[in-house]
């Protein structure tokens, strides 16, 4: 019986005794009761402020401030983590959306201050503790509105711009516009899941520390350099990064602009939230097919950084390669990302014929990875092509990329001399790719070595992990 007595046993006991209770709460999620009980207690001890957000105003018209504030709650986590709430479907396929109910109660915090907001019929009530009012109140209303605006923004339909032949004077620099339906996606993109993340979370903290240098006063501005061969995905990446963003594309034909004014003129005439894309920039400085002059191209991007118009826009370049562009273009700080698209390894085979096909695994794929092993590889653009005409029969369409990848540059110059005759043709006759274009055609076995040599195995292998994603000093300060 001594033992009873003994402290280190009644210690112990103790612990148990604690652990086991703690067990209880979780489990039991009597942990939440618990908390919400001290809440209350804590509540007793504050005095709180109303203040009433009317649907309408004295004439009835809507309040605007009522569908900002109900836009805001509806988008805030706790809405989820309530203790019930209301589910619609959306627009989109699957959509699922969370709407408050009449009488829910709303938790936010803001700049460490408690919010509640109460949801009586045809009123938002705010709850505040008068001893945060003065400190908090002014600036969450506004943090309301830009983040309600946001919200608002996202869910408009995208536009697509295309800048035409101006004119006389007046007519420079003009955009025409299309709706911007491209289904690209992130999730459609073959690419290397890690590239593909850190990707997505630069651009998500892009948007979120707009805030932050709109507060500083500082101009939020975002550019990449997409580059690699035809058909890696560098025009489907700008589609996906727009639907990410939900952001305007301004799609810039350098063939179309006059002279370095009207290139600025076509940034100086885009919208805020928007993307503007100068496709195969590598092209138009070594043939020297635009009126623009490097130097206006550098002020062009520069113009990002230094002018009011380049706040909230990303800006993106796509080339074929690096290697025959002025070094001037390229210099650190000029463009904040450089992404490299290479050829398809197996890897993104994988996500291909998984998203073509259907495909999460097949007997055939074993011989398929030996292929690209051995150095053979197409563009996700033709592994992909290859898919749809066969997609009634995998087997049928994993035999047909086998014997493509095992013909390797000769089999694929035959598998796409029409296609890309037409629809590339002209995107071929400069620097890097002018070389590999000869293997596209029929230019043989010296332009197959040479195409090995510049995107063969040992850069798809070993460099696209290190070159894909080079991050500056710039980018991690804006991130
Ligand atoms: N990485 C990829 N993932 C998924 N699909 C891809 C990928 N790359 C290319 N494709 C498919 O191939 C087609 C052509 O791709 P895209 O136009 O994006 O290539 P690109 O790199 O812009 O080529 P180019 O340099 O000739 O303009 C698209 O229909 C796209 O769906
Ligand atoms: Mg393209």
Redesign the pocket.
């Known amino acids: 019986m001594t033992i009873l007595y003994n402290p280190f046993f009644l210690l112990f006991i103790t612990f148990v005794f604690l652990f086991l209770f703690r067990v209880v709460l979780i489990k039991t999620e009597l942990i939440f009761t618990v908390k919400k009980k001290w809440r209350l207690f804590e509540d007793y001890f504050h005095v709180y402020q109303l203040f009433k957000v009317p649907k309408f105003n004295e004439s009835m018209q809507r309040n605007q401030l009522y569908h900002k504030v109900f836009v805001y709650l509806n988008s805030l986590t706790s809405v989820e983590d309530s203790d019930f709430t209301n589910l619609f479907t959306g627009k989109k396929p699957n959509e699922i959306l969370l709407r408050l109910d009449p009488n829910q109660i709303i938790e936010d915090d803001f700049l460490g201050a408690k919010i509640l907001w109460i949801n009586e019929d045809n009123n938002l009530v705010l709850k505040i503790r008068k001893a945060d009012k003065r400190r908090v109140l002014r600036p969450y209303l506004q943090h309301i509105h830009s983040i309600s605006d946001d919200l608002d923004e996202k869910k408009r339909d995208l536009k697509l711009y295309m800048n035409v032949v101006g004119h006389g004077d007046d007519q420079k620099g003009r955009w025409r516009c299309v709706p911007f339906t491209h289904p690209s996606t992130f999730e ?4 290397e899941s890690d590239l593909k993340n850190k990707v997505k979370s630069d651009l998500e903290s892009f948007l979120k520390a707009k805030q932050y240098y709109h507060r500083l006063g500082r101009v939020w501005k975002r550019s990449y350099l997409l580059y ?1 061969p ?8 700008i589609a996906a990064l727009a639907n990410f963003l939900s952001y305007d594309v301004y799609d810039i034909d350098l063939s179309k602009v006059s002279d370095d004014s009207d290139l600025k003129l076509l940034l100086l005439q885009s919208s805020a939230k928007s993307v503007i894309v100068i ?1 195969d920039l590598d092209r138009y400085l070594s043939e020297k097919s635009t009126a623009v002059s490097l130097s206006g191209i550098l002020n062009f991007m520069d113009g990002m950084l230094t002018s009011n118009c380049g706040e909230e826009r990303v800006m993106v370049f ?1 080339m ?1 390669g690096k290697d025959h562009v002025d070094q001037a273009v390229l210099r650190p700080g000029r463009i904040d990302v450089h992404i490299h ?1 290479p050829l398809c390894d197996f890897t ?1 085979f994988k996500t ?1 014929a998984n998203s073509y096909l259907g495909l999460k695994d097949h007997k055939l794929f074993p011989q398929v990875e030996e292929i690209f092993q051995n150095g053979s590889s197409l ?3 033709e592994i ?1 092509e290859l898919m749809i005409a066969n997609r009634n029969s995998p087997s049928r369409a994993l035999k047909s990329v086998i014997h493509a990848l095992q013909t390797d540059g000769d089999g694929r110059g035959a598998l796409n001399i029409g296609r890309r005759s037409t629809e ?1 043709g002209p ?1 071929k006759l400069s620097g890097e790719m002018g070389e590999g274009s000869g293997v596209f055609g029929k230019e043989g076995a010296n332009a197959v070595k040479e195409f090995k040599k510049l995107y063969g195995l040992l850069r798809v292998k070993s460099s696209r992990k290190s070159q894909s994603f080079d991050l500056n000093g710039d980018q991690k300060e804006g991130g």
């Open positions: 459609t993109i073959a690419m690699g035809s058909g890696t995905g560098k025009s489907s990446f496709e796509t074929n698209f993104a291909l563009s996700p653009a992909g590339n995107r």
